[in-house]
Nanobody, 127 residues
Framework: QVQLVESGGGLVQAGGSLRLSCAASGRTFNSYTMGWFRQAPGKEREFVARIRGSRGSTNSVDSVEGRFTISRDNAKNTVYLQIDSLKPEDTAVYYC????????????????????WGQGTQVTVSS
């Protein structure tokens, strides 16, 4: 069983930055594919970015390309999401997720591809 705990959310003005963290339990963290998703009020949970455990390759949704950066520190069992140039439409609850599988591009964008989820951290961007 893997437990995920997100932190780093908050209220920020448009144009600002945040760094979200997700701390994971377990001894095989470096083998997990880690993903970030977000869910805005009244909308479905959507994929933001993912990073593989093996070589750390990343993939993110086009709408955040260049503004969001996913990274991981396997020594700390932690995955990060650096969010820059925040926009009001980035307001959402951000969730961290972990998969035991080496997810491909398509499967990593689906919530069903992940085995474990955190409770989420709220990001609110004011205009």
């Amino acid at each position: 069983q893997v437990q995920l705990v997100e932190s780093g959310g908050g209220l920020v003005q448009a144009g600002g930055s945040l760094r979200l963290s997700c701390a994971a339990s377990g001894r095989t963290f470096n083998s997990y594919t880690m993903g970030w998703f977000r869910q805005a009020p009244g909308k479905e949970r959507e994929f933001v970015a993912r990073i593989r455990g093996s070589r750390g390759s990343t993939n993110s949704v086009d709408s955040v390309e260049g503004r969001f950066t996913i990274s991981r520190d396997n020594a700390k069992n932690t995955v990060y999401l650096q969010i820059d140039s925040l926009k009001p439409e980035d307001t959402a609850v951000y969730y961290c997720a972990a998969s035991r599988a080496l997810l491909g591009r398509s499967s990593s964008r689906q919530t069903g591809g992940y085995d474990y989820w955190g409770q989420g951290t709220q990001v609110t961007v004011s205009s």
